[in-house]
């Protein structure tokens, strides 16, 4: 995904200076990355430290590191922080990332592990999601481990395909959700075991006509998480974007803001570092 974003300076041309300087501003003096509250926090430091990396801008490495730093072994974060946390030390030169609790963390994550083979946010979960999965495996990739019994990671990440063809983070759903469809197609992708072509036709019937992906099929508007992981999905699927990449770019211009960042929907009033990310995602495959 980080190699892909590297490509949207391509489209963004000189607005790229006003974008990383949105960035910049959301830097916390002492490390990390700012909420739309104001507050540092692990979440937002992912999308900030990736988004200078994609824009080409120098990562306070330092104060990063100082600020992870501050976390010790991850004991008392929940299992998004935690892989945020993973996420982060990954994200740092090698000088640094050396630093990083790698056996603690990875201890840690086990707890996770549902009792189907999966993960989820709760620990000791009867059933897995397919955002639970999704976490487990790009922690176990940052942390340099093996994901333990893929196999079963695999069944089930399959076993929460919806009736109309998409993906449900939770099971026997009649209606799929773009962002867990896109979180499956890439999932099965690494995991050796690629999504039907009915999935890509899925994803492609979530599009605006006027650009942008939606959420669900019921959902009022396109949105920049939907877009930015459906492009990611279809891009791995090797499907074209020719016929939705014009719409698109016309989508993403409507939620720019002079201030240098992305809008996460039409009705958003708020600006931050996670939606400004998408964007860059969502242009760097439509640069393509």
């Not at 430091?45 to 120098?58: C, K, M």
């Not at 790698?102 to 994550?109: E, K, M, S, T, Y």
């Not at 979530?206 to 949105?223: I, K, Q, V």
Request: charge should be negative.
């Amino acid at each position: 995904m980080l190699q892909v974003a590297r490509l949207a300076p391509k489209l963004l041309g000189d607005a790229s200076d006003l974008c990383t300087q949105f960035i910049q501003r959301h830097q916390h003096p002492e490390g990390g990355f700012l909420d739309r509250a104001g507050d540092r926090d692990l979440y937002y430091t992912v999308f900030g430290t990736e988004a200078l990396i994609a824009l080409r801008a120098d990562v306070p490495s330092g104060a990063l590191a100082a600020y992870l730093s501050s976390f010790g072994d991850g004991e008392g974060l929940d299992f998004v922080h935690l892989t945020c946390l993973a996420r982060c030390w990954a994200a740092l030169p090698a000088p640094y990332r050396s630093q990083t609790p790698r056996d603690a963390l990875l201890a840690r994550l086990a707890p996770f592990r549902t009792a189907d083979g999966g993960y989820d946010a709760a620990p000791d979960a009867e059933r897995g999601t397919i955002y639970g999965c999704f976490l487990a495996l790009g922690a176990y990739q940052d942390l340099g481990g093996e994901l333990p019994e893929l196999e079963r990671v695999l069944a089930c990440v399959r076993s929460l395909e919806a009736d109309d063809g998409g993906f449900a983070n939770q099971a026997d759903m009649p209606l799929g959700l773009t962002p867990p469809t896109a979180a499956a197609v890439t999932l099965l992708r690494h995991l050796g075991s690629p999504a039907a072509p009915r999935t890509a036709e899925w994803l492609l019937s979530r599009c605006h006509p006027e650009g942008g992906f939606y959420a669900t099929p019921l959902a009022p508007m396109p949105d920049l998480l939907s877009t930015a992981t459906a492009l990611h999905a279809l891009a791995g699927m090797q499907v074209p974007l020719d016929t939705i990449k014009e719409p698109c770019l016309d989508f993403l211009d409507t939620l720019w803001s002079s201030q240098g960042a992305f809008y996460g929907t039409w009705a958003d009033d708020e600006l931050d570092c996670e939606y400004t990310y998408y964007a860059l995602l969502s242009l760097g495959h439509l640069s393509l």
